[in-house]
């Protein structure tokens, strides 16, 4: 089977797969089209998020038996048609949950220690130390919404602190040790920190709007690692103003393109929200990599490895 290779991963990925039989191709730096000028000649597809996979793609794909995406959902890819087609889908989760856990673990203890602010004011010359007390996880309520693999990683890497964690999910019945399953009008009652662990969907695209903050009985701290479309920034600024949110962690925004690799694509005025979000002492942001370390990287390939080798 030949298996074309369009993002650069890990190269046991290559390697594994060309033990096992597979003839690999590699393109790194062709086009969409150009590439679906020549789909029809492999059996399977190797991608990250370089480029959408829509039902034209699809449809040039005569030949296509499986696609394998290095990351943890496949919302790049029209997946209903896809199935229709008879083409395999494999994710990767399990191979970042790690990963995205202790990303959002550090955003919460670096939100709630100030070390964005203390940090930069020491290395001014400014040595505050009451105005930057902190506060301890001990004794906290967070609450997680979306239970799957990323959101049952920060909740294993909670059980530690004494805190009390809950969760909101589709999936009626997905309790473990680590976390209790509540209603979301519950979580909303009791929630101290709010942690985002969902696919992006047409139900968690725009979810954390002006309504959906204002639901909430308490204030609260709100780390995204999930994506960046499922909070509204604009809503996210008001509510930083007014102190309904007290602070925030973003590894993904809005503003980013599908492929993750750029957050402006034109050269135009940052928007005033972001522009509020960069001075914002109380805003943690990273570049979406809270499910990209050395680590992940190996493991997210060798998942995508071994549920090709299971099928195939």
Not at 220 to 245: C, H, M, P, Y
Not at 272 to 301: C, M, R
Request: with cysteine; net charge neutral; hydrophobic share 40%.
């Amino acid at each position: 089977m030949k298996v074309l290779h369009v993002d650069r991963n890990h190269p046991l990925m290559l390697e594994q797969l060309q033990d096992y039989g597979f003839q690999n191709e590699e393109d790194y730096t062709s086009t969409k089209n150009e590439i679906e000028k020549k789909i029809s000649n492999y059996d399977g597809l190797i991608i990250r998020s370089r480029f959408t996979i829509d039902q034209r793609f699809l449809d040039a794909a005569t030949n296509l038996k499986f696609i394998g995406r290095l990351g943890a959902g496949l919302e790049n890819i029209d997946t209903n048609y896809a199935k229709q087609k008879g083409i395999q889908l494999f994710s990767a989760p399990e191979g970042n949950r790690n990963a995205v856990g202790e990303h959002a673990l550090g955003m919460v203890l670096s939100l709630f220690n100030h070390l964005r602010r203390a940090d930069y004011e020491v290395r001014n010359g400014i040595w505050k130390r009451e105005e930057n007390r902190g506060l301890e996880l001990e004794g906290k309520t967070l609450g997680l919404i979306g239970y799957g693999n990323m959101g049952k990683a920060f909740a294993k890497k909670l059980r530690g602190f004494d805190c009390e964690v809950i969760f909101y999910d589709l999936k009626e019945g997905i309790a473990n040790e680590d976390a209790q399953q509540v209603s979301l009008q519950e979580l909303q009652e009791r929630a101290e920190v709010l942690s985002l662990h969902t696919p992006l969907t047409s139900l968690t695209e725009n979810m954390i709007d002006s309504d959906f903050i204002a639901s909430f009985k308490k204030p609260f701290w709100l780390i995204n690692t999930a994506r960046g479309k499922s909070v509204v920034t604009q809503d996210l600024v008001e509510a930083l103003k007014s102190g309904k949110i007290l602070g925030a962690g973003l590894d993904v925004l809005e503003y980013e393109k599908s492929s993750f690799e750029h957050l402006f694509s034109e050269k135009k005025p940052l928007p005033k929200a972001f522009q509020y979000l960069i001075k914002a002492d109380n805003v943690l942001l990273s570049p979406h990599i809270a499910g990209w370390t050395i680590e992940s990287k190996e493991k997210l390939a060798q998942v995508i490895v071994d549920k090709i080798k299971q099928v195939f």
